[in-house]
């Protein structure tokens, strides 16, 4: 449903532009668009390899354990099924003190 609502939309602003003698703008931002999206996809990609060495350097140091174990009390009453020394509470923590820290698209890496 969804994909047919942004191909009506595609369509719509295609119409509009071709109507309304815009078809050079239209031709310009459709030929800019790509590249506009690979730097985006560049710049989520290096940051979440970023992240995702920093988590593998923290498991490996021990910190990642010092973490869960901080807040596991408020953690694991949300998830009781789950050890306090599961890899998941841990990964869990992680996420949690990265969007506490409004780190963005760097809690992702941690909730994956």
Not at 18 to 38: M, Y
Not at 54 to 74: A, P
Not at 77 to 96: E, G, T, V
């Amino acid at each position: 449903m969804v994909n047919k609502i942004f191909i009506f939309l595609f369509i719509l602003g295609l119409g509009y532009g071709l109507f309304t003698d815009r078809s050079s703008n239209v031709i310009n931002e459709l030929l800019n668009a790509p590249k506009g999206a690979l730097m985006v996809f560049i710049e989520i990609y290096i940051l979440l390899v970023f992240w995702g060495g920093i988590l593998r350097i923290m498991k490996d140091n021990g910190l990642l354990h010092i973490v869960s174990k901080g807040i596991s009390f408020v953690i694991h009453p949300l998830f009781k099924r789950l050890d306090r020394d599961s890899d998941a509470l841990k990964y869990i923590s992680m996420n949690l003190v990265a969007n506490m820290l409004s780190m963005g698209s760097a809690a992702t890496p941690f909730g994956l």
